[in-house]
């Protein structure tokens, strides 16, 4: 007697039918939405900076603009024969700031240029290009007077002074030059 196994019929998979994917797009698009929501709502937020003028905490003590200055318009050059010689680039221009820091902390305070950076809501970090003093430390209670140059966009835009230890200090707009 010959038997022959049962024969199971071929599994077909079937692609995706038009009703699967009429329930399947909403469920992404909704996902990606509470993804979104989710990340906004668990962001850091920012700390805004101190306004123009007024003090902000740093690192061992306070630090101040006492000025925000286009190259451009009031002459000044830093010492030196070769410094800033080249001209900024294209939507660009210089700015000097002035900041003051005072060592409150009894370690003192420590000034280093290349930690100063200006950064702009929503993105883009500007380092100096040209800085004095070079590196130091001020005791409890002495102050240093910072000069920062910076290339930065010659627009109303929004600029942070971003320092070491602390919120940031506001540029203000009246650095620019360009239309709004």
């Given at each position: 007697m010959e038997t022959t196994a049962p024969t199971n019929p071929p599994v077909s998979i079937a692609p995706a039918t038009p009703r699967r994917w009429r329930f399947l797009v909403p469920i992404i698009l909704l996902a990606l939405v509470g993804a979104v929501v989710v990340n906004v709502?668990?962001?850091?937020?920012?700390?805004?900076?101190?306004?123009?003028?007024?003090?902000?905490?740093?690192?061992?003590?306070?630090?101040?603009?006492?000025?925000?200055?286009?190259?451009?318009?009031?002459?000044?050059?830093?010492?030196?024969?070769?410094?800033?010689?080249?001209?900024?680039?294209?939507?660009?221009?210089?700015?000097?700031?002035?900041?003051?820091?005072?060592?409150?902390?009894?370690?003192?305070?420590?000034?280093?240029?290349?930690?100063?950076?200006?950064?702009?809501?929503?993105g883009g970090t500007w380092e100096a290009v040209w800085s004095a003093p070079a590196p130091t430390q001020a005791r409890q209670g002495e102050t240093i007077d910072a000069v920062l140059v910076f290339e930065l966009p010659d627009q109303a835009i929004d600029l942070t002074l971003d320092v070491p230890g602390g919120a940031g200090l506001s540029l203000g707009a009246g650095h620019h030059r360009g239309s709004d």
């Open positions: 709502l668990l962001a850091a937020p920012r700390t805004p900076p101190a306004l123009l003028g007024a003090s902000a905490d740093v690192s061992g003590g306070l630090a101040r603009i006492q000025g925000v200055l286009p190259t451009e318009s009031d002459g000044w050059a830093p010492p030196g024969p070769a410094a800033l010689a080249d001209p900024s680039g294209a939507g660009l221009h210089r700015v000097r700031i002035l900041v003051e820091l005072t060592a409150m902390e009894e370690d003192g305070l420590s000034f280093d240029p290349a930690e100063y950076t200006v950064s702009a809501l929503g």
